[in-house]
Structures are given as C-alpha cells and as structure tokens.
C-alpha cells in the first residue's frame, strides 16, 4: 500500500464548530506532515511529526491542534476557526524527515 | 517566507514539445526536490536531487542542480497532455546534527500542454 488517505474530502464548519481532520498511512514512514494550501499558493508547512512526536510546530494558531495517536494515524483538530483558514490541507509522510514524502488528496476546508 | 522562486509562472506548450522550468533559492540545502500538483488535489514527487548531485534523469523527466547559483532546472521531454499540472520546486535544509528539516516549496510554474 503506498497511498496517503485523507478523510472527509470536503468540509464546512461554522466558527462554533469543532472539528477534526484524518489521516493514516500504511507505508510504515516514519514522519508525518500537515501543509495548509491556499488557492494559486505553494504548500506551507504547520507541523512535522517524527517517531510520533511533534519535532516541527511553524508557530501555528493553537486553534489548530494536531495529534498522533500512532504511527501510521495523524489528526489535525480544528477549533473555532476563521475564514480566511479555509484551504486544502494536506498531509504527507515520508520514510525519514530528509526522504522524499507522498501525499494525500488534502481536505477542502471552508469556514463559514 | 518562501525559499524558492520558479519561473516561468506559467507555461503553454504543444504536445510533443519539451517543457523547462527553473528554480531558484536562498539558503544552503541538503536536497532539492520536485513535485506535480493537479487541479489542486495531492502532490506526487517526481524526483529529489541531493546537493552533491548536479544532474538526475527520471524517465522524461531531468532534473539539473547548480548549487553555486542556487538553481535547479526540471526539463520534461516530449510533453503529454496528461503532463498538464503545477510544478513546485521545495528544498529542505538539516538543521544542524539532526535528521530533521522543513521542505520548504517555490511560488511553483502551471504548465499546459495542448493536445
């Protein structure tokens, strides 16, 4: 298996609302990535996990909460929100931080 | 802010034709790699090139790296239609004595290739 799966493929949340993002890969990689897409925009990088600890946070709001429960699964938990985070987060892993890193089809986040 | 720069921003060609894209960055690397992005779906790596390396080749794909300009090329041959994608260099620097680094990603070029 060398796919990244990302779940839900879309979704809209109120400001209120609390809610999570998922993803799980069965490569055995060792690091995993959350990126933060805007539109026409490069990826920018939030947070890296390695060996399932947090080794990289980009000074991200703490509205934005990730989580490694284990080595194949990396959540992002979203709460109260602002539009402008609306974007396609992305995840990623790769077998080592230096290696090259596959990619999930991202989450279509919109924050009404 | 963002390490790489690409150019061209855009890119129109015909099937058949070779496509070149060109990247610059800042700082020193240890690695500098290349990605595909369709339709604002998931990246797919195409090819990383380590810094001591100056040229790769991929099926169609070459990949040239000058560290003393801090530049890279991608050269896709004979170009596809399906080839029709956003092409984004990133670059990744250890932090020092660590396996650990941030891929960081050029403003990326969006290349058509017309049937």
């Known amino acids: 298996d060398t796919e990244v799966t990302q779940t839900p493929k879309h979704l809209v949340m109120g400001m209120t609302n609390k809610k999570s993002l998922k993803c799980e890969q069965h490569?055995?990689?060792?690091?995993m990535y959350w990126y933060k897409q805007k539109a026409k925009k490069p990826p920018e990088l939030m947070f890296v996990?390695?060996?399932?600890?947090?080794?990289i946070n980009e000074s991200v709001p703490s509205r934005f909460s990730p989580e490694c429960p284990n080595s194949s699964l990396l959540n992002l938990h979203l709460h109260a929100l602002q539009p402008e985070d609306s974007a396609l987060y992305l995840c990623?892993?790769?077998?080592?931080?230096?290696?090259?890193?596959?990619f999930g089809p991202g989450t279509r986040l919109t924050v009404l | 802010s963002q390490q790489g720069e690409e150019d061209p921003q855009a890119l129109s060609i015909q099937e058949g034709e070779n496509a070149t894209m060109n990247c610059s960055y800042k700082?020193?690397?240890?690695?500098l790699q290349w990605y595909r992005q369709n339709s604002g779906r998931g990246l797919v790596h195409l090819i990383l090139?380590?810094?001591?390396?100056r040229e790769k080749h991929s099926g169609r794909l070459r990949v040239t790296l000058d560290t003393s300009k801090k530049s890279s090329s991608l050269l896709i041959t004979a170009s596809r239609a399906a080839d029709t994608a956003s092409y984004f260099c990133a670059t990744i620097l250890f932090a020092g004595g660590t396996s650990y680094g941030k891929l960081t990603f050029g403003q990326g070029t969006i290349l058509t290739v017309h049937p």
């Open positions: 996990y390695s060996y399932e600890k947090l080794s």
């Open positions: 990623a892993s790769s077998q080592k931080n230096r290696d090259e890193q596959f």
């Open positions: 090139i380590r810094s001591n390396e």
């Open positions: 700082t020193s690397i240890n690695n």
């Open positions: 490569m055995g990689h060792r690091a």
